[in-house]
């Protein structure tokens, strides 16, 4: 059985649709991020990055003891490998899937996520507009990365549905709120309509949706707290004992 610890976001969905994909049985802990949950102590021994989604698979191939596995990526290729699904091991396919594996999680993920950040703060923090335009046309960049390589393929890895597209897939759900214009990219557009028809994909996204929460009907005060442990993180001590 698959425990992943998961919170209703593009990493954690990401993650969902491929476990979905599997038919891997699996069950949710939920890890509230705008309550502190990825900062406790006990969280902290799965992902000492304090971040979301974490894994543990209480039944390893090997027969052992448990095995716990942090970062996105590394769950969705561990997953992969598990189940002998969508990443193939020759080695060819094997590096031409994990190279935009590693892709998303360097580019994608943290340039888009910038790119919402700073389009929804507005200017409560101060004038904003050099981070939006530079985080937004980053984006488009991004997108048109996507765009040129699907152009000549059905997928990013080539002619096979691999944890390329699934890993990529969730973070361009948003594409209205990071101020882009799918049209543009009509590969691209090809591409996410036909992954997102996907039942399991539908499924996986799914999960969790009674888990979130408007933050922008929330108390300002409760919003000030939230974006605070979201946004405004330094280093942790090193814990006692």
């Known amino acids: 059985m698959i425990e992943l610890f998961y919170w209703p976001t593009p990493n954690g969905k990401k993650v969902?649709?491929?476990?979905?994909?599997?038919?891997?049985?699996?069950?949710?802990?939920?890890?509230?991020?705008?309550?502190?949950?990825?900062?406790?102590?006990?969280f902290l021994r799965l992902n000492p990055n304090h971040r979301m989604p974490a894994m543990i698979d209480h039944a390893p191939a090997d027969g052992g003891a448990p095995i716990s596995v942090f970062e996105s990526g590394a769950i969705m290729m561990y997953i992969a490998e598990k189940a002998g699904k969508f990443w193939p091991q020759d080695i060819r396919t094997r590096y031409e899937v994990g190279q935009w594996v590693m892709w998303q999680m360097a580019n994608q993920g943290?340039?888009?996520g910038e790119c919402g950040h700073f389009r929804r703060l507005g200017d409560r923090e101060g004038d904003q507009s050099y981070a939006v335009r530079r985080f937004t046309d980053e984006a488009n960049r991004l997108y048109g990365v996507l765009n040129n390589?699907?152009?000549?393929?059905?997928?990013?890895?080539?002619?096979?549905?691999?944890?390329?597209?699934m890993i990529a897939y969730p973070w361009t759900v948003g594409w209205k709120a990071q101020g882009q214009d799918i049209d543009e990219f009509p590969y691209f557009k090809r591409w996410f309509e036909e992954i997102g028809s996907r039942p399991a994909v539908q499924r996986g996204m799914a999960v969790g949706s009674e888990l979130s929460t408007d933050v922008t009907k929330l108390p300002p005060e409760e919003q000030a707290r939230i974006r605070k442990i979201l946004y405004n993180q330094r280093a942790l001590p090193v814990p006692d004992g």
């Open 16 to 42: 969902t649709i491929l476990l979905e994909e599997c038919g891997l049985p699996y069950r949710i802990t939920p890890v509230n991020i705008g309550r502190g949950d990825q900062f406790t102590r006990e």
């Open 110 to 112: 943290p340039k888009l």
């Open 149 to 165: 390589r699907l152009h000549d393929r059905p997928y990013l890895a080539g002619s096979e549905y691999t944890i390329a597209d």
